[in-house]
């Protein structure tokens, strides 16, 4: 079992940053690939960032690229997102998420065994 907790999340306008956090416990750190989804009022949850347990593989949604950075720490047991240059279509509760695939950098929410209970993002325009 695996314990994911997000912080980080509040209100900013346009244009700003935010550096979301995903602490986790339980099993060893480095045995996930970590992985971030949004999910926006009315909308399906949608893939954003996921890094494998090296940070050999990371992979972004094409609209955030240049804009968020996905980083992990596995001496802290934890997983950030940079974001930069927020836009208020990036407005959402952002999850984190851990999957034993721990060489890949999974887009599909399938692929994650566990799941923090969110935080939300707000951007305002």
């Known amino acids: 079992q695996v314990q994911l907790v997000e912080s980080g999340g509040g209100l900013v306008q346009a244009g700003g940053s935010l550096r979301l956090s995903c602490a986790a416990s339980g099993r060893t750190f480095s045995s996930y690939a970590m992985g971030w989804f949004r999910q926006a009022p009315g909308k399906e949850r949608e893939f954003v960032a996921a890094?494998?347990?090296?940070?050999?593989?990371?992979y972004y949604k094409d609209s955030v690229k240049g804009r968020f950075t996905i980083s992990r720490d596995n001496a802290k047991n934890t997983v950030f997102l940079q974001m930069n240059s927020l836009k208020p279509e990036d407005t959402a509760v952002y999850y984190c998420?851990?999957?034993?695939?721990?060489?890949?950098?999974?887009?599909?929410?399938?692929?994650?065994?566990?799941w923090g209970q969110g935080t939300q993002v707000t951007v305002s325009s």
């Open positions: 890094i494998s347990w090296s940070a050999n593989n990371i």
């Open positions: 998420a851990a999957s034993s695939r721990r060489y890949a950098a999974d887009s599909s929410p399938a692929a994650y065994e566990y």
